[in-house]
Structure formats: structure tokens, C-alpha cells
């Protein structure tokens, strides 16, 4: 059964041609002499070409050129016909003429598809090759390297656009090629092909994502690419925008982590400078201040007697916690020390804590953490250090225990105590201190790709766990 539109051509022999379209007339025969052949093949493309065993030659260049073309040759083999020829008898009845045409076709059709699957395989390493690479600096030498060895290219170069023209970022071979042409492509927005003598060639191809031309792939070789491999490196260019493009969106959205990392890093250095300013300020004034109330109570207290002396004991014993109090805070305002890394500040700061409030402090560490960054060690100290002052302050608890882990790919610290517990969500509702430090808490991690959970009850104590990306 002839397959619609199928176009023949029959050489030379007029009635075979007269014969095939009126047995069939499903096929699309055209009659042309020998001296015509290529000349009409040129301008014309045909599924199938028929003729005798003197027009062997010419069927033979047909095949050649035109990879796609089936062919039947009617007589006797006198030779071997060219990959994918058919040779009978010269003389067919009908129904045989008709089956030979058939078979000739559907080999043409098997052939056909088989080169389709191989001109795929290496499109599917190509892909595999070019989205596996996602920077932007060795992407395009990549990218020339399949273009080298796919097709044989005596030079090879990627021009990206940046700023105002094309920008040479990579090539192969030879002396560095000229922007010029890319220009031209640019201003066209179109593959240029040119074959100077006619054997050789140079094309600039587009390297377009979104109607927008991010970089020209200019390939050049002393021998003219066949169909094919033009058609190769057309498809090549379009799977190489896309990956151009995935490099360009990710060195920008890097680039823009890293400025957001420094502004980060800037205000915490702004807060810490602030933080040192406040404390020396309370300790050369109001810390002062109360120190001399003390000295001054302590020595009408001498002078005192009875309810009077008592009644001043108290008062002064009250200032004597409230400096402490404010020592405390004086200290907690202070930039962290982390000489030695973050566990070894963190056991520092848990007995100093002990010291100044009697609370038991216990420190476990599984798998201590590498080197961090300056960055999260503070942060993650800062988080600690608030922990343990709202233990202080607000829950009446008798012992913390702090949790140091580190899994690879990021930082845990929990800090817990056997205290009173509350209910995060009600203090979270309320505007006091107790809001303002779980809030601190929860801002600092989140600045740093983290977070913070508070688990609490009331009568069940209070745990607070902070999770930090390893790259924070």
C-alpha cells in the first residue's frame, strides 16, 4: 500500500514511469533522463529513484548525496548496489513491481529511521554533558569540546554578549577568531553560513534563550559541513542556550547571595560595634553609679543602728544583686570571644553562667563541627546566649544542658532546662522582653537560611533548638 504523496523518480524509461503510476496511483512518479538526474535531484526532494543496471553509476552519487533516498535498480546485478538498493528482475508482473516498490520503500523508511536513532545518541550525551555543567567559567570551553568532536572542526570559539558586544570566552584551534561575524549575527538575530570558495566553511550560530542572544558559537573547517552535522550543531546551539542560560541565572543568583552574605555580615558587625558601645557606656556610668551607692549605703550602714541599719542592709543588699544583674548584661552585650572555635566559647559562656547564678550547666557534643564561618559561629553563639539569659531570667529552672551536633550539612544546638515552662504562642502574642528575645532569636537564624523552634510546656520545661545551614 503506497503511502500518500511517496515521490518517485523513474530514469529514462518512459513506461515503467507510465506503468508505476497507473498500478499505483498513490505515488508521485516524475520521468527524467539520465543527463538530468542530479540537476533535478537538487531542486527536488524524492523518497525513492528507479532505474536499470546502466544507470548503476548515477543511482550511486544519488545515494551518496542524498543519505535519505531509497533506490531500485530493475536487471541483472552485475555489481554490488550502494547501501540501501534493491536490485530485481527486470521483468515484474504487476502485483511483483508493486511489492518491489513496497520493499524498496519500507527499507528506505527502516534506514532512514535507524540513521534518525544514531544521529540521536550522541544528542543525548551532548545534553547530559552541557547540563551537567552549571558554571558559567568552564561551560563554554564544554560546549566547544563536543563541537571539536562531533564535527571535526578545524576552529572553534564562543563569543558571549556582555555589556555592549560579544566577548570572547573560550576557543579551539588556531589564531583567536574575530568578533565581526558574531556582530553580524547579533544584528540579525539569525545563523551565518559562509563558504568563501565553496569547499570550506565558517557559521556563527546564535545562542538564543527567551528572544534574548546571550552568546554566538563559531564553528569553522576547511571542508563543507554535510546536512547533517549543520543540522547538528543548529540543534546543539539551541540545547546550549538553555544551558547558557541556567549558568548566567545561577552565577547572578550566587553573585547576589554573596552581596546579601556581606550586607548580613556588615549589619551584624554594625550590631556587634553598637552592642560593645552600649556596654562600656553602662559600665562607665550608670555600673559606676551603682558601685558608689553601694560604698555610700555600706557606710550609713556602719553608722545605723536597729531598724534604720537593717532597713539600709536591705536597700544596699538590693543593689548588690541589681549590679550584679547588670554586670551580667554588661558582659552579654560584649562581642563573643571564640578563640578556639564555637564549642570551646560555648563551654566558656556555660561556666561563667554557672558561676554568676548558681544553675547547673552541662555541655554534650556529638561530632564537633569543623571550621564555620565567623558568621554563624556568632549568630550561633548569640542564639545560646539568649537562651540561657531568658533560663535566667524567666524560668526559675535548677540545671541547663546544652547539645552541640553536626551532621554534615548543617549545625544543631539545643539548649533545655527543668524549668516552669510557658507557651511560646501566648509569649509570642504579648510585646515585652520575653517577645523581643525569641523574636532575636528566630531573625538571626532565619538571616542565616535557619531556623529556631522553641518547645515548651507549662510545668514541663523549655527547650530551644537552632538549626543553621552549614554553608551560612
Known sequence: MAMLGEKLLVIGDEGLAQRV??????????????????????????????GSQENLSIIKALVKRYSYLGALLLGEARESPPPGCLFFPARLTDEE???ALEEALEKRRLLRENRHLQALLPLFEVNR?????????????????????????????????????????????????????????????????????????????????????????????????????????????????IAMENAILLRDLSEQQQR????????????EKERRRISLELHDTVAQRFVGACHGLQALERQGSGKQGKGLKE????????????????????????EGGLVEALRRFGRAFCSETGLHFSLEVKKEPPCLSPLLEASAYRVAQEALNNVYKHAHATSVQMRVSFDGQGLT??????????????????????????????????????EVEVLSQPGEGTQVVLHLPVGA
Open 260 to 271: 546579601v552574605e556581606y550586607l548580613l555580615g556588615q549589619s551584624i558587625l554594625a550590631q
Open 413 to 450: 544546638l539545643k539548649i533545655g532546662d527543668d524549668g516552669q515552662g510557658f507557651d511560646p504562642q501566648q509569649v509570642l502574642a504579648q510585646d515585652g522582653p520575653s517577645h523581643l528575645g525569641l523574636s532575636g532569636m528566630r531573625e538571626r537564624a532565619q538571616a542565616l537560611g535557619g
Open 97 to 99: 513491481l508493486i511489492a
Open 129 to 241: 554533558a552541557l547540563f551537567s555543567d552549571t558554571d558559567l567559567d568552564t561551560l563554554p570551553h564544554t560546549l566547544l569540546q563536543i563541537v571539536w568532536s562531533e564535527v571535526r572542526a578545524d576552529k572553534a570559539a564562543l563569543f558571549l554578549w556582555e555589556g555592549e558586544g560579544p566577548v570572547l570566552r573560550a576557543q579551539i584551534g588556531g589564531n583567536e577568531l574575530s568578533p565581526d561575524m558574531a556582530m553580524r549575527a547579533a544584528e540579525g538575530r539569525q545563523p551565518l553560513h559562509v563558504s568563501p570558495d565553496g569547499t570550506g566553511s565558517l557559521l556563527c550560530l546564535p545562542l538564543i534563550a527567551r528572544g534574548k542572544a546571550l552568546a554566538f558559537l563559531q564553528v569553522s573547517r576547511a571542508t563543507a559541513f554535510s546536512p547533517w552535522e549543520l543540522a547538528f550543531l543548529t540543534i546543539l546551539s539551541s540545547q546550549a542556550a
Open 21 to 50: 503510476a497507473t498500478l499505483e496511483p498513490g505515488y508521485q512518479v516524475r520521468l527524467t533522463p539520465q543527463e538530468r538526474v542530479l540537476e533535478v535531484a537538487q531542486k527536488e526532494p524524492f523518497d525513492l529513484v528507479i
Open 315 to 338: 536597700v544596699r543588699d538590693s543593689l548588690v544583686l541589681g549590679l550584679k544583674e547588670l554586670r551580667w548584661a554588661i558582659e552579654s552585650l560584649q562581642p563573643p570571644v571564640l
